[in-house]
């Protein structure tokens, strides 16, 4: 499971890096997340599908996070934590860099906690859970 999981955020992080220099491709959103998912957050908890909404949303988010000065973003980090011998919970450690004209570079440390499947030999998130990212942005004045 731990190659897979692995091979799984390799990709994540290739496609958010694609994306957020705006070569967006959501068929690879579908090799991504698992057909349904949820999610948690200050903002509270959801459920949603692996859909138009979630793409739409994610260029949304990527489009978001360009205005605000994201310029970069890596995994520095990444721990799992078996559940069962298909299923755990991948701890990401990413840094995001942002810069714009009245913001120096700035990278800035955050984690999330994903729900990963292994289902026919293939690694999909249907789930995540992040601390107040939008605070951590107001602290660095990013926002």
Not at 19 to 29: E, P, R, Y
Not at 30 to 50: C, D, H, Q, R, W
């Amino acid at each position: 499971m731990e190659a897979e999981v692995r091979k799984l955020f390799q990709r994540y992080e290739r496609f958010f890096r694609r994306s957020l220099a705006g070569n967006f491709d959501k068929a690879q959103v579908a090799e991504l997340y698992a057909s349904e998912f949820i999610a948690a957050t200050p903002a509270g908890v959801m459920a949603g599908k692996n859909d138009e909404t979630l793409i739409q949303a994610m260029v949304q988010g990527y489009d978001h996070n360009r205005r605000i000065g994201m310029r970069d973003m890596r995994i520095r980090g990444l721990r799992l934590s078996p559940i069962d011998d298909l299923h755990c919970v991948a701890h990401v450690a990413w840094t995001a860099t942002y810069a714009r004209d009245d913001l120096p570079e700035t990278a800035i440390d955050f984690d999330v906690h994903y729900l990963v499947q292994l289902r026919d030999g293939d690694a999909k998130v249907f789930g995540w859970m992040s601390g107040d990212e939008n605070a951590l942005l107001k602290q660095h004045g990013v926002i």
